[in-house]
């Protein structure tokens, strides 16, 4: 059974720059979520995918988007990059059972000069 | 609204038992867990407790509930130098499974 992957693991973007995420969910996991972590802090969700849909968004601005593939693997895009992007993304997978078990990949570490 | 508060910084000696605490505000939480985060890594689920449980136990790890004054605590027995990490509360509300709202982390130093 393999993991959530997620690539690449480091970027550097600079700013008004667009950038795109991707990620694998974790085999028989139907549901991905994507979580923005800014340095010392907790991650902070930005919003979930099911069934190709977005189905529960946080509070981030239009300019962070996403997709779902059939194979349910995910895309985060972000258009018009600030310094403030600056963070690890971290995306999660879950089977939907309802319980919340959220099975995280290592992140990708997002530089905005 | 949701707010996941934790203290900063726990250190303890190797061979101890670690108390990382957590208070929440949103009495509707279904779900409580604890992650933990090592440098430079993602994010490794511990132990998640349901909102109508008190204590949950996991091997090394206790998972302790009081819903009445919104309070979580985990317990880590016997504490390894390799449990040196960020520990995260995080909890869901009704209907929002995928949808965790952290705290800021504990950081957990184990000294020899």
């Known amino acids: 059974e393999t993991g959530v992957t997620q690539s690449p693991t480091h970027l550097i973007k600079t700013r008004g720059q667009q950038v795109t995420l991707r990620c694998s969910s974790q085999?028989?996991?139907?549901?991905v979520s994507w979580y923005q972590q800014a340095l010392g802090q907790g991650p902070q969700f930005i919003f979930q995918?099911?069934?190709?849909?977005?189905?529960g968004r946080g509070n981030f601005p239009p300019r962070f988007s996403g997709l779902q593939f059939p194979n349910y693997s995910s895309e985060l895009n972000v258009n018009a990059l600030e310094l403030d992007d600056s963070a690890l993304y971290l995306c999660a997978s879950t089977a939907g059972t309802g319980t919340g078990e959220l099975f995280f990949g290592e992140g990708s570490r997002l530089t905005v000069l | 609204g949701e707010d996941v508060e934790q203290s900063l910084f726990l250190s303890v000696r190797e061979g101890d038992s670690s108390v990382i605490n957590c208070t929440y505000t949103?009495?509707?939480?279904?779900?409580l867990y604890w992650y933990k985060q090592e440098p430079g890594a993602g994010l490794q689920l511990l132990t998640y407790i349901f909102s109508n449980m008190d204590m949950k136990q996991d091997q090394r790890l206790t998972v302790l509930l009081n819903k009445k004054d919104k309070h979580l605590s985990l317990r880590i027995a016997d504490t390894q130098t390799g449990d040196s990490a960020i520990y995260f509360c995080?909890?869901?509300?009704?209907?929002?499974?995928?949808?965790?709202?952290f705290g800021t982390g504990t950081r957990l130093q184990v000294t020899l």
């Open positions: 995918y099911y069934r190709e849909e977005e189905n």
């Open positions: 085999s028989g996991h139907n549901t």
């Open positions: 995080a909890e869901t509300l009704p209907g929002t499974a995928s949808k965790l709202t």
């Open positions: 949103d009495s509707s939480s279904t779900y």
